[in-house]
């Protein structure tokens, strides 16, 4: 879709510029625009990546995938399989654990970062903590949204008693 709608723009930037020797001079100045999903970066952005990086890269890392998950009605249970990646600078003990529960989703002993991947049921957003076991507080965390396809409405009575 974004490759057909840049050719037709350009397309008719070139016709244009046939017809006008003004607009040819306005189109030889025309950058092309970078891929959907790819980083555009300037001078300012440069320094502050490299800043920003040096900071995270002590910090422990955790993701899911998918973040989203869609159910058909509102209100109904979401159905998944999710799959949980940590990282970590350094080795340690680590357990992921559901936000405000006591037992752990899993634990690694030594480890510096691992994959799991497990059925996931929930109607409600639901946050994963990723908890170093020594230390005992929250050193990342990551969230999966449930979203739904279709908003719940009232059911009409179609008939009555009284």
């Not at 502050?48 to 009605?73: E, K, M």
């Not at 030594?110 to 991947?117: A, C, E, K, Q």
Request: with cysteine.
């Amino acid at each position: 879709m974004y490759f057909k709608r840049a050719t037709t723009v350009l397309a008719f930037a070139l016709l244009s510029a046939w017809q006008s020797p003004v607009m040819a001079a306005q189109v030889s100045k025309v950058k092309t625009l970078p891929a959907p999903g790819s980083p555009v970066k300037t001078k300012d952005d440069t320094n502050t990546a490299n800043s920003v990086n040096a900071s995270t890269q002590t910090l422990p890392v955790l993701s899911v995938q998918p973040a989203t998950c869609v159910a058909l009605h509102q209100g109904r249970t979401c159905f998944a399989q999710l799959s949980l990646n940590w990282q970590s600078t350094g080795a340690g003990d680590f357990c992921i654990y559901l936000k405000d529960s006591k037992q752990p989703v899993r634990c690694w002993k030594n480890s510096r970062g691992n994959l799991t991947s497990f059925e996931f049921e929930s109607d409600k957003k639901v946050v994963f903590q990723l908890i170093e076991q020594g230390k005992n507080h929250v050193v990342a965390e990551t969230s999966v949204d449930v979203s739904w396809v279709h908003k719940a409405a009232p059911r009409k009575r179609r008939w009555r008693i009284f």
